[in-house]
DNA sequence: CCTACCGATCGGTAGG
DNA sequence: CCTACCGATCGGTAGG
C-alpha cells in the first residue's frame, strides 16, 4: 500500500491541471491563477509546490516524454528473441500510439508548445527528448540489421518522418471515439510499405 | 509596375513581424507592443491597420494556407496528362515541402498556435484549412485511379499521415542549411514505398 | 500614425 | 497553504 501524502496528491493534481490548459491555450497562454483555480487552491500556495512557472512546465514537459518512452522500451524488450522487422516495429508504433494517446494531456502540451517556450525551458527538456530519439533510432537500426530493409532512406530521416506522422495524430485522434490499435496498424504498413508498396523498378 | 502605398508596405512588414513571434512565443506570448516595437511603429498605430490582435493573427494564419495552398495547385494543373501515381504524387509532395519551407514563419506560426487559439479565431481559419484537405483528398484519390495504389489505407488516413509527417519538418529542417529538394525525394519514396518496399504476402 | 491613458491581469513575494 | 500586495505589462481607446 503506497502512502500518499496530502502534498503529492496536490501536487499532481496541479500538474494534470496545468498539461491540459497548456495544451489548450499554450504557455504563455495559461496563467497560475488559471491553474490554482482549477485544480482548488490560490495562486500564492502554487509557491509551496513549485518554485515558478517555469518548473511547472519542465516538469509537464518531461512527464510527457517520459511515459511514451518507457511504454515503447518496455514492449519491445519484452518482444520473442530475434522479431522480424515487420513485428519490431509495429510493435514499436502501436506502443508510441497508445501512450501517446493515453496521456495526450501530457504529451500533446509538449509537441505544441516545445518551440514557443523561453530558451532555458526548452534546454531543461532536450535531454529526455534526445534519449527517447536515440531509442527509435536503436529500434529502427536493429530492424535495418534483419536484412530486408531497403537501405535508401537513412535512419534519422525515416524517425523524423515516422515520429512526425504519429504526433501529428494527436490534432485529430480522438481515443474515446477511434480504434487506437486499427489507427497502429494502418500507420504501421504506410510506414513500411508506402501508399504503393513495391517500388517501380 | 505595382504602386505600392506606404500603408500597404507598413501592413506587410506588421504581418511578416508577427508571423515570426507568434512561431517563436505563441499567441499569447506576442504583444502588440512586441510586434510594434519591431516593425517600427507605435503600439496604438497597429490600430490604423487592423481592428484588433484576432484580425492580425488570423490573417497570419490565412496567409500561411494560401501561399502552400497555391503552389501545390499550380504545380499539379501543370503536369502533362495523365501522370503516374509515382509522379503526382511526388510533385505534390515535392511543392508542399518546398512552399511550407519557403514562407516558414507564416506556415509554422499556423502549424503551432492553431490549436491554442481562442475559439472564434480558430473557426475563422478553418474554411482554408478544410479546402487545402480537400485538395489533397482530390491529389490522392486521382493517384489511386491509376490502379496501382494497394487500397488497404483511406485517402483521409493517408492525408493525415503524410501531411503529418511533412509538417513536422518544420520543427527541424533549415531550408538554410539543408537540401529541401532531396528531403522530398527521401518523404515522397517513403510516403510511396515505406521502409521495406514490398509487403510481405 | 502618435501621445497618453484606461481597467485588468501578470509572475512572484512577505509574512503569517 | 492563505492574505495581501508589489511593479510590470496587457489589449484597447480617445483625441489629436
Redesign the pocket.
Known amino acids: 500500500m503506497t502512502a500518499i501524502s496530502?502534498?503529492e496528491?496536490?501536487?499532481q493534481?496541479?500538474l494534470d491541471v496545468a498539461a491540459r490548459q497548456f495544451r489548450d491555450r499554450g504557455y504563455?497562454g495559461?496563467?497560475?491563477?488559471?491553474?490554482?483555480d482549477e485544480?482548488?487552491?490560490?495562486?500564492?500556495?502554487?509557491?509551496?509546490?513549485?518554485?515558478?512557472?517555469?518548473?511547472?512546465v519542465a516538469t509537464v514537459l518531461d512527464i510527457g516524454i517520459a511515459l511514451v518512452h518507457e511504454a515503447v522500451e518496455r514492449a519491445v524488450a519484452a518482444l520473442p528473441q530475434g522479431p522480424s522487422p515487420e513485428r519490431l516495429l509495429t510493435t514499436a508504433i502501436r506502443q508510441h500510439l497508445q501512450a501517446f494517446l493515453a496521456y495526450s494531456d501530457y504529451t500533446s502540451a509538449n509537441v505544441r508548445i516545445f518551440g514557443q517556450l523561453p530558451p532555458e525551458v526548452r534546454r531543461a527538456n532536450l535531454p529526455a527528448r534526445q534519449r527517447y530519439e536515440a531509442l527509435w533510432d536503436a529500434i529502427i537500426d536493429r530492424a535495418r540489421a534483419a536484412g530486408t530493409v531497403r537501405n535508401s532512406v537513412d535512419t534519422a530521416t525515416f524517425r523524423l518522418f515516422l515520429l512526425g506522422a504519429m504526433n501529428a495524430s494527436l490534432e485529430w485522434f480522438d481515443p474515446a471515439r477511434g480504434d487506437v490499435d486499427r489507427l497502429a496498424r494502418r500507420y504501421a504498413d504506410l510506414a513500411l510499405h508506402g501508399l504503393l508498396g513495391r517500388p517501380e523498378a
Do not use: C, N
Not at 30 to 36: E, F, G
Not at 42 to 55: I, N, P, Q, V
Open positions: 496530502k502534498a496528491d496536490t501536487r493534481r496541479v504563455a495559461v496563467s497560475l491563477r488559471d491553474i490554482a485544480a482548488g487552491l490560490k495562486a500564492g500556495s502554487l509557491y509551496y509546490h513549485f518554485r515558478s512557472k517555469d518548473e511547472i
